[in-house]
């Protein structure tokens, strides 16, 4: 069983940064790629970033790019995503998101764990 675990979420103004982590007890770590996506009230669901099996291929969504940092630490199985200069149209609820099957920030439905989401609130 995969107990994620999920936190890093919060409030912030325009301009901030926050960083958000996710743990995957009981989940090969090393075995899986990761993503995160968000979803605002009334949205759909987007990919933000994924990151490979080890690191060294990410994507990000074009309107992020620049300003998130995915990344992945296989010693101490925790992946993260760094957001700096955060503005209001990033407000949202982040998952994080596993799958053994290669990264993408389009297709959710390949992802076989999720996070239960933490609340990133961006104030003007």
């Known amino acids: 069983q995969v107990q994620v675990v999920e936190s890093g979420g919060g409030l912030v103004q325009a301009g901030g940064s926050l960083r958000l982590s996710c743990m995957f007890p009981?989940?090969?770590?090393?075995?899986?790629?990761f993503a995160w996506f968000r979803q605002a009230p009334g949205k759909m669901r987007e990919g933000v970033s994924c990151?490979?099996?080890?690191?060294?291929?990410?994507y990000y969504a074009d309107s992020v790019k620049g300003r998130f940092t995915i990344s992945r630490d296989n010693a101490k199985n925790i992946l993260s995503l760094q957001m700096n200069n955060l503005t209001p149209e990033d407000s949202a609820t982040y998952y994080c998101?596993?799958?053994?099957?290669?990264?993408?920030?389009?297709?959710?439905?390949?992802?076989?764990?999720w996070g239960q989401g933490t609340q990133v609130t961006v104030s003007s």
């Open positions: 990151i490979s099996l080890k690191g060294g291929v990410t």
């Open positions: 009981g989940l090969r770590f090393d075995g899986h790629e």
């Open positions: 998101a596993a799958t053994t099957r290669y990264c993408s920030i389009s297709e959710p439905d390949r992802y076989d764990y």
